[in-house]
Every structure is written in structure tokens, then in C-alpha cells.
């Protein structure tokens, strides 16, 4: 098996030159986008198909009011259970959960690698909750706060800020039953190896509620949407904005920078998935933690040095959410941009973090859910809230007019300017010296974040095609190729693609949670009984 990785790298590496090549025939970074652009923008239309007389986007209702729904019906857990919720990460309730429970499951590495939000084995049986929700914050912490955050805003203005909030105060209740069920429905191989997520809770519990033929159908229209997922939101993505940033900082002026950035990003990409070298992600996963911390320390200190500034900034962004101004679209404008980048972020609603959350080792899947709960509450509440506030700031100055955005960027000083180039010359702005630091941040995000979001994607394609090489090849082989079509094409585009993947993931994984609700209310009550509390 390790030989044949070896040899599927060195082709891939001879397969470089000869795709340069043909780029450099047909123009590199604007052919590729005149070609991706087209279908970026048709799966777009359709993901964003807008109810008739309304001008809101199907999903956007259905994201909200699955949400709202079971906010109200698990009596707002993500309020009254986050005491809860803070206590089991703490570990407050561990023994309990090692000695006794229905749901005991042995869980190994995935071809030698532990997904961001594993808890796996350790000598005394398994690490802590709080390692575990630690780990997958830190993998949390991305793009999705440094670009995300400045494409909502730049479009949608700071009213968009608001919407980001409550979008993540609501899928705080959607990611706890989605992960609880990943945890319920999950399948364990005779190796310990496990397989989960929205595939097997939408097949096998659809299946006990007697829908068998829909939770087939679900779960394989999911699994098409995951692995497109993978492809724009966890990779094109993320490679198009670490291609922007390092071009913006290099000075180099389009042409083929994009491609060429590209092919060395997937390079370092398919030696990690592809030819098992594991030292790479061994290392990112060591400082993506501290790149995070010192991402939030640097936004601590902009809106300290702001701190008078603080109460005109959040005034502001009360009345744009509810009051903007026809050049940020209107009302529904500005909350459906807050909606796209906050599921963007926290992927609340898409189902792809129970994919990861259903490698835990633990004896209750409840329990799991509401360490999961936590995670847009810090993503998307308080750090999205945090970078929104160092892009307001700079914008007092007057650097930019909200709503005067082409192809996702707004123009500062003559320089078209927009995601994680908009972040950093915010950040600039106070401490001349962070873009050089976030730079770095961004390249080892979007490394660590590629990484993860292939094994989301290719547990989705192994559930479509079997779990055989010819199929775990031949997925990491295309991943790699987005990887170098995501930092050639625009980023309208990219990020265009990106959404529609990641909001289409929705519809199928919300009708799988509104049939199997009650299922998580089960688990739950057994786990509120095993801790000795009310429900």
C-alpha cells in the first residue's frame, strides 16, 4: 500500500510540468477561470433559487427555520445547555461516560491520520472533551473568519455582522443534533476504523423510521454535495485565498502567479494524502493552534486600541442590519449575506462536521453534541464578530463604499482588494508588521483546512464508489487539481462555487435531522439521565 502511494505522488509530480505547459499555451490563471466560471455560477443560481415573491433564497428559510425549530423544541440548548456544555468539556462527567453507556465503539486512526475532531485512544483510553473541542476550534479557525468575514462585509456592509451573529447563535442547536446523529448512526469496521456523517445517519436512520428509499436517495444526493464541498469550500477556497494573499504581499501582478502558487500548494497537498507523508500535517497541526491564538491576540489588541470607538461600531452594525442602505441590497440583502458567510464558517446546517465528530470514542452520542454546540458559538459569535470589528475600524477612515464591490472585492487606493487582502490591510493599519504573520497564517489554514476537508470528501466518495485504492486514488488525484483551479480562478468564483456546494450539502442533511429529531431528544435523555440531570 505504501509503495503504491509512493508511485501515485512521483506521477502526479511528472503530471506538473505537463499541465504547466498546456496552462501556458492557453493563458493560465484567466483561461482557467473563463472555463470554471460558467458552472461556478449555474450551481450557484440553482443552490440560491429564490422563492417567488420574496426575493430569499429557499435555503436561507431552511437553514433559518430548521434552526429556529430546534432551538425551540430541544428548549434552547444553545443557551441553557451551554453551562452544560462548558462542564463536559471540562470534564466533569468522563468517568461516567468510559464505564457505562450503550454506545461503546473502539476508534483507530483513518489511513494514518486523526481527523481535526477525533478523540482517539490514548494509554489511559482516550484524551479529554476539552482536547478535543481545543483541537477542533483551532481547525475552525480560518478562512472563513479572515476572508469570509471581509466579502459579508464589503458586500452587505456592517449589517451583515449581525446576521453572521445570529446565524451562529441558531446553528449552535442545528450542530448538535447533526452531530449527535453522527455519532448514533456511525459505522465501525472490524478494524475499529470508523465511518460517519449525514451518508449513514441519513441512510440507516431513515431507514428505522421506515423511508428507506429516501434516506438512499438523500444520502447519495449528500455525498455527491460533500465531495463538491471538498473540492470548493475546503479546497478552491482556501488555495484561492492563500494564492491572493502571498501575491498581494510578493507584489506579483497577475498572469500566471495564481497557477503557479497553485501547483505548489498541491504539491505539499498530494504528498500528505497521496504518498502518506505524514510529517506535513503533522507539523501544521502543531501550529495551526498557535497561528489561531495569535490571530485572536492580534484582534484583541486592534479593538483595544479602538476601545473608544467600540460602541459607534456595534451601533452601527444594529442599525445596517436592519436599516441599510440600497447599496448593500436592502434588508434581505444584508441577512443573506450574513447567512452564506456564517454557514460558510461554521458549516452548521451542511452536516460535514459530524462526519469528523463520528470518529469519537465516547459511550454516549449526545454527549458529543453538545461539545459540538460550542463550536459556532466561538467561530462565528465571538471570533467572526472580533474580525468584523478590525474591518469596521479601518474603514472609518474611509477607505472603501459598502456595496461597491466587483467580483467580490472592493478598490483601496486604485487596488482591487477583497477577502483575506481586505483582513490584512485592515490589520496593517494598526500593527504594519501582521500581514507578513497572517500571511503565514492563511498558507498554513488553507493547508490544514485542505487537508481535513479530504477526508470529509473522500468518506463521501468511498460511500458512492467503495472503499477500494482505485477509489481512494483517483478522489485525492482530482482533489489535488482543485487545489491549482482555486488559486487560478477569480475568487467571485471560487467563493461563488464554494457556497453553492456547501449550502446545497443543506437540503438533504435538514431533511434527514426534521425525521430523525426525536431520536436525538432519545439520546439526549439518556445521557441528562447517566449525569444525574434534568432534562
Not at 479529554?128 to 464589503?154: E, K, M, P
Not at 482556501?238 to 506579483?252: D, E, K, P, T, Y
Not at 504539491?267 to 501544521?284: F, L, N, P, Y
Request: glycine fraction near 12%; proline fraction near 3%.
Amino acid at each position: 500500500m505504501k509503495l503504491f502511494q509512493r508511485i501515485s505522488a512521483v506521477l502526479l509530480l511528472f503530471m506538473v510540468p505537463m499541465l504547466a505547459k498546456a496552462q501556458e499555451a492557453i493563458g493560465l490563471d484567466q483561461k482557467i477561470d473563463q472555463a470554471f466560471a460558467p458552472f461556478a455560477n449555474f450551481c450557484l443560481d440553482v443552490v440560491l433559487w429564490q422563492v417567488p415573491g420574496t426575493g430569499i433564497p429557499l435555503i436561507i428559510f431552511v437553514l433559518v427555520l430548521g434552526a429556529l425549530f430546534f432551538t425551540i423544541f430541544f428548549k434552547f440548548p444553545n443557551l441553557l445547555k451551554f453551562g452544560l456544555a462548558i462542564n463536559v468539556v471540562r470534564g466533569k462527567y468522563d468517568d461516567i461516560e468510559k464505564h457505562s453507556g450503550p454506545d461503546k465503539a473502539l476508534v483507530n486512526q483513518l489511513d494514518g491520520d486523526l481527523v481535526d475532531t477525533i478523540r482517539d485512544e490514548s494509554a489511559d483510553g482516550e484524551v479529554s472533551h476539552f482536547q478535543a473541542l481545543a483541537t477542533a476550534v483551532s481547525g475552525t479557525v480560518g478562512l472563513g473568519n479572515i476572508a469570509g468575514v471581509a466579502i459579508a462585509i464589503s458586500i452587505g456592509g456592517p449589517g451583515a455582522t449581525f446576521w453572521m451573529i445570529v446565524c451562529g447563535l441558531l446553528g449552535m442547536s442545528t450542530k448538535f443534533v447533526e452531530c449527535t446523529l453522527g455519532v448514533k448512526y456511525r459505522d465501525v469496521d472490524a478494524d475499529g476504523t470508523v465511518h460517519g456523517g449525514p451518508m449513514y445517519y441519513l441512510s440507516k436512520g431513515l431507514k428505522e423510521r421506515g423511508y428507506t428509499g429516501l434516506g438512499k436517495v438523500l444520502a447519495v444526493l449528500f455525498a455527491i454535495l460533500c465531495i463538491g464541498g471538498s473540492f470548493g469550500g475546503g479546497n478552491a477556497a482556501q488555495s484561492n485565498q492563500a494564492a491572493a494573499q502571498l501575491s498581494s504581499l510578493l507584489g506579483l501582478e497577475g498572469g500566471s502567479s495564481g497557477f503557479w502558487i497553485g501547483i505548489v500548494l498541491a504539491i505539499i497537498v498530494a504528498i500528505v494524502i497521496i504518498g502518506g507523508i505524514k510529517r506535513i500535517a503533522s507539523v501544521t497541526e502543531k501550529l495551526v493552534p498557535l497561528m489561531a491564538v495569535i490571530y485572536i491576540l492580534a484582534c484583541v489588541v486592534v479593538i483595544a486600541l479602538n476601545f473608544s470607538y467600540i460602541d459607534d461600531a456595534i451601533g452601527l452594525i444594529i442599525s445596517q442590519a436592519f436599516a441599510p442602505t440600497a447599496a448593500v441590497g436592502g434588508f434581505f440583502g444584508v441577512l443573506i449575506q450574513g447567512f452564506r458567510r456564517a454557514a460558510f464558517s461554521n458549516e452548521a446546517g451542511a452536516g460535514s462536521a459530524s462526519i469528523a465528530h463520528a470518529a469519537v470514542k465516547t459511550n454516549y452520542a449526545a454527549s458529543e453534541g453538545l461539545v459540538a454546540l460550542l463550536e459556532p458559538f466561538i467561530d462565528t459569535v465571538v471570533i467572526c464578530t472580533m474580525t468584523a470589528l478590525v474591518i469596521i475600524f479601518y474603514n472609518s477612515g474611509g477607505y472603501f463604499e459598502y456595496g461597491s464591490v466587483v467580483n467580490d472585492s472592493v478598490t483601496i487606493g486604485g487596488q482591487a482588494m477583497g477577502g483575506a487582502e481586505l483582513t490584512s490591510a485592515a490589520f496593517g493599519s494598526v500593527i504594519p508588521w501582521f500581514p507578513y504573520v497572517l500571511t503565514i497564517a492563511i498558507v498554513l489554514f488553507a493547508i490544514s483546512t485542505m487537508i481535513s476537508w479530504s477526508y470529509y470528501g473522500l468518506q463521501s466518495w468511498m460511500y458512492l464508489f467503495g472503499k477500494s485504492k482505485a477509489a481512494d486514488l483517483s478522489y485525492k488525484v482530482l482533489f489535488c487539481i482543485f487545489v491549482v483551479i482555486g488559486a487560478a480562478a477569480n475568487m467571485s468564483s471560487v467563493w461563488g462555487f464554494s457556497d453553492a456546494m456547501i449550502l446545497g450539502m443543506v437540503f438533504p442533511n435538514m431533511v434527514g435531522l426534521f425525521i430523525l429529531f426525536p431520536v436525538v431528544k432519545e439520546e439526549l435523555a439518556k445521557y441528562l439521565k447517566a449525569i444525574g440531570k434534568k432534562a
